[in-house]
Nanobody, 129 residues
Framework: QLQLVESGGGLVQPGGSLRLSCVASGLTFDYYNIGWFRQAPGKEREGVSLISTSGFSTHYADSVKGRFTISRDNSKNTVYLQMNSLKPEDTAVYYC??????????????????????WGQGTQVTVSS
C-alpha cells in the first residue's frame, strides 16, 4: 500500500504562487508515475500534470502549461507542483495520485483517474482577491 499526503494549499490572490507537495510512504516510490489532479465544486476530477518515475518526462494539461511545473525528489519520496500566475479558475481541491510506471511507456499513461492506484486526501487551493 502506497500512502500519499498532500500539503501546501491555501488562499492566494490572482497572479500569485503556491507550491504543493506530495509525500509518499509504504512502497517503492520510484516505481510509480505521479500525477496531480484537481476537482472544483460541481466539476469532474481533471488531470493537471504527470511526472515519470525518474522525473525526466513530464506532461501538462493545456490549461496549466507554462504556469505550473512538476518535479520530484526520489531521495525524499516527494513530488512537487509549483503553481505560478494563478487564476481564479485554478481554485479546486488538488490531489496527487500514483500509477505503476516501472517498465511502462510513460507516454501510454493518461489522465484517466481510474488508471491510478493510490490517491492522497487532497489539499484546497483557493485563488481569490
Amino acid at each position: 500500500q502506497l500512502q500519499l499526503v498532500e500539503s501546501g494549499g491555501g488562499l492566494v490572490q490572482p497572479g500569485g504562487s503556491l507550491r504543493l507537495s506530495c509525500v509518499a510512504s509504504g512502497l517503492t516510490f520510484d516505481y510509480y508515475n505521479i500525477g496531480w489532479f484537481r476537482q472544483a465544486p460541481g466539476k469532474e476530477r481533471e488531470g493537471v500534470s504527470l511526472i515519470s518515475t525518474s522525473g525526466f518526462s513530464t506532461h501538462y494539461a493545456d490549461s496549466v502549461k507554462g504556469r505550473f511545473t512538476i518535479s520530484r525528489d526520489n531521495s525524499k519520496n516527494t513530488v512537487y507542483l509549483q503553481m505560478n500566475s494563478l487564476k481564479p479558475e485554478d481554485t479546486a481541491v488538488y490531489y496527487c495520485a500514483a500509477v505503476v510506471g516501472y517498465g511502462v511507456d510513460f507516454w501510454s499513461t493518461s489522465f484517466a483517474p481510474a488508471e491510478y492506484n493510490y490517491w492522497g486526501q487532497g489539499t484546497q487551493v483557493t485563488v481569490s482577491s
